[in-house]
Structure formats: structure tokens, C-alpha cells
Nanobody
Framework: VQLQASGGGLVQAGGSLRLSCAGS????????MGWFRQAPGKEREIVAA????????PYADSVKGRFTISRDNAKNTLYLQMNSLKPEDTAVYFC????????????????????WGQGTLVTVSS
């Protein structure tokens, strides 16, 4: 499966962006999907994940109440709506998918995801 992330850009603090991740080559309907981010000099970290049915959407504490992850299985696409952006949200954002493993055990572990998008840069100015 190939993942193509888009929607990043430069935005002022307090602004909003919507990231998209389009899948091709295989249906993502049964996959766990997630958004990760990596800031310069830091490790890749989980932002949010979504169960295949959309019924569970855990978030990192740093983005709770500001970001919303969603998926449209009919369009094979994952989204991340980011509101009230802060300078500390500046990072390259990656979408990821996996088809095996227990969602509730390790959705936050990057190494458990087999498929990755190329990343899209989000820059939030103060």
C-alpha cells in the first residue's frame, strides 16, 4: 500500500490546517492508521490514531481538544484536522498504517506500523 500525505504549510499560531493521507494499492478499510510527527532533533511521536472502524481515536496529551483524526474508508483516506495551532506543533507529519497487531496495546509505537507516507511539513509561526 502507498500513502500520500498532503496539506502541510505555514500558518500563524492559532490557525488551522487539515492534513490528508490518501492510500492506494490496497484498501485501508481494515487497518489501524495513525498520524505521527517529528520535530528537528526529536524522536518521532504519536499524534493520534484511529481504529479500523473509527470507534476509537486516542490522542497525545499535547493535542487533545485541538486536533481531530478521522477516516473515510470509502475514499481510502485519513485526515487530521488541526486547530489552535501552536509553534510547538511545528514538525514533519507522517501518516502510517498497519494491518496486524493489537490496537489498544501499541497504537502509539511507530515501529509497529508497516506503511508510511512521505511526510508533510507543518510550520507554525508565533
Amino acid at each position: 500500500v502507498q500513502l500520500q500525505a498532503s496539506g502541510g504549510g505555514l500558518v500563524q499560531a492559532g490557525g488551522s490546517l487539515r492534513l490528508s493521507c490518501a492510500g492506494s494499492g490496497r484498501t485501508l478499510r481494515s487497518s489501524t492508521m495513525g498520524w505521527f510527527r517529528q520535530a528537528p532533533g526529536k524522536e518521532r511521536e504519536i499524534v493520534a490514531a484511529v481504529y479500523w472502524s473509527g470507534s476509537s481515536t486516542p490522542y497525545a496529551d499535547s493535542v487533545k481538544g485541538r486536533f481531530t483524526i478521522s477516516r473515510d474508508n470509502a475514499k481510502n483516506t485519513l485526515y487530521l484536522q488541526m486547530n489552535s495551532l501552536k509553534p510547538e506543533d511545528t514538525a514533519v507529519y507522517f501518516c502510517a498504517a498497519r494491518f496486524i497487531g493489537d490496537f489498544y496495546t501499541d497504537y502509539q509505537v511507530a515501529d509497529r506500523y508497516m506503511h508510511w507516507g512521505q511526510g508533510t511539513l507543518v510550520t507554525v509561526s508565533s
